[in-house]
């Protein structure tokens, strides 16, 4: 239990995007109920990346209220309907995993054994042309339905300058009552039974509270230093951990996607915002130098930079237990995965929705915060063998990093997913994973993974009814697509009105 006994004021330790994220839901949701303060540090700062997210971040935002096109002006965001991924399966190749559904299958059988079985039958239409979101991102098109018919609705996130998204979340918060004092946290103090008491700041005030939130980033102030919750790394599985990262100018394009660019010792991204570009050079420092990195993404850049490249060190894993004591880490203080299917923000948000869910009003107890934690590492070993198959489910040869990863042992879990969909193209998705059985078919097929069978249910259908079954979602999907304005258009029009 908690020395404090009931949790009446929550103290939430760091103002990067986690930390106020986390003071955004719980100003808004546990208005009245619960105080609300917030400790950050502006001579520390953030880790300024974290740009591009996944569909739940529209969820969140309803949860909390937010206004859509107030939102976009105020972080210069632009829609994203997935993810390009370039050179992953071999130099050359490029697939889009895209947001939304894919194909139309039955009950007994998803719709990739349609499209495997078109195959065998001379259709051999690409699997993302049975996708609506990923044809609109091809086409650089995107718009929300105004009305009944008018549009499909794609299923969208969004990319975001990450500053300013922080900036946002705490005027937000502050109106709401949240507290937020600047300061750096120089000791924690705890009760006997090793809950936290207190954060003691530079010029002496001490700021206690019943429940702490680390939202401290890397540094992990809380769970770790003065917790000591214990650190489970996956670098064997996920071995690059740095970053080299710049902004620049606007490119004459806007793709309502992100850029995963493979090379050959890690991957780069591109994202593209109303404002600029963010740009990353992610690698694996056994396999490439700080120097070869910067100068990588120096020559790789569209248009000039707009401020000196910074190198970001990070090391994948997650912290063992996220509730420990009265005290529950969010962010990148819990661990961090890759950047690769940018989940980090998605992760906090439902950290933060759990918490809500579980919150311990009368006191903390062991049972909620063993819950929490369960349900915590659930979530997030799946996303990890996730993205871990990007890695792994390769045919480049073309360097040490690609051979290591290629032949690396991947947890059983993936092995035995790999393994289901090569014998029999079966993928799945579970009750509380984040990824849907789409997206693990695009990624398993975009990099070169070939099922040798397929579900012979699907062979019952006259081989003309399935020839009109697929060639009908490609032409609705056209038809619809063709319709759209394109992605820069709607976002100027979007964001000057409302
Ligand atoms: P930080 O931003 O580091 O914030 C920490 C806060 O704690 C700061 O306010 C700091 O001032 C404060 N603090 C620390 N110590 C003290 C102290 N002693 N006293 C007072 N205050 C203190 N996520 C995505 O979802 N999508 C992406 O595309 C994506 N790309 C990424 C790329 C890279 C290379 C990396 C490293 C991460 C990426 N992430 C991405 C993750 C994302 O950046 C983070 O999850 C997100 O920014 C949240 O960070 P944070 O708030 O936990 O930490």
Known sequence: MSSSGAVKKVVIAGGGTAGWVAAAAL????????????????????????????PPVTLFHN?????????MRA??????????????????????????????????????????????QGIDAPFGDYCVELQAARAHKFAKPQGQGEAPLLSYAYHLDAGRYARFLRQFSEKLGCVRIEGKINTVTQHTNGDIRSLVLDDGQEVSGDLFIDCTGFRALLIEQTL??????????????????????????????????????????KIPLQHRVGNGLVYAADFLSDE????????????????????????????????????????????????????????????????????????????????????????????????????HQTERRDSPFWDYCRTMTVPDSLAQRIELFRDSAL???????????????????????????????????????????????????????ERLPSHREFIAHYCASG
């Open 27 to 54: 100003s808004k949701r546990l208005q009245g109920l619960v105080d609300v303060v917030l400790v950050e540090s502006e001579e520390i700062g953030t880790v300024g990346v974290g740009e591009s997210t996944i």
């Open 427 to 481: 993928a799945f998705q579970t009750g509380d994973e984040m990824f849907r059985l789409e997206s693990w078919t695009h990624v398993l097929l975009g990099q070169r993974l070939k099922p040798q069978s397929y579900h012979q249910l699907v062979q019952q259908i006259p081989p003309q009814d399935l020839s009109r079954h697929l060639q009908q979602i490609r032409d609705t999907i056209g038809r619809a697509v």
């Open 228 to 269: 000591h919750a214990g650190f489970e790394r996956w670098d064997h599985w996920l071995p690059c951990n740095k970053a080299v990262v710049v902004q620049t100018q606007s490119a004459a394009t806007l793709p309502p996607y992100t850029r995963a660019m493979a090379h050959d010792a890690g991957w780069q991204w």
């Open 292 to 391: 070869a990195a910067r100068q990588r993404l120096l020559d790789g850049l569209e248009t000039p930079a707009l401020m000196e490249p910074r190198v970001i060190s990070y090391q994948t894993g997650r912290r063992k237990q996220v509730w420990l004591n009265n005290c529950v880490a969010m962010g990148l203080s819990s661990g961090f995965i890759e950047p690769l299917e940018s989940t980090s923000i998605y992760l906090f948000m439902n950290s933060v929705i759990r918490l809500l869910r579980l919150f311990p009003f009368a006191g903390v107890t062991p049972a909620l915060a063993a819950e929490y934690n369960q349900q915590s590492v659930r979530e997030l070993e799946k996303i990890r063998d996730f993205i871990i198959l990007h890695y």
């Open 75 to 120: 972080t210069d965001a632009t829609f994203k309907l997935g993810i390009s991924f370039e050179n992953w399966g071999q130099v050359g190749d490029r697939y889009i995993h895209p947001f939304g559904t894919t194909g139309k299958g039955s009950f007994l059988a998803d719709f990739q054994h349609y499209y495997l079985h078109g195959l065998t």
């Open 63 to 71: 949860l909390l209220g937010i206004d859509e096109q107030e939102f």
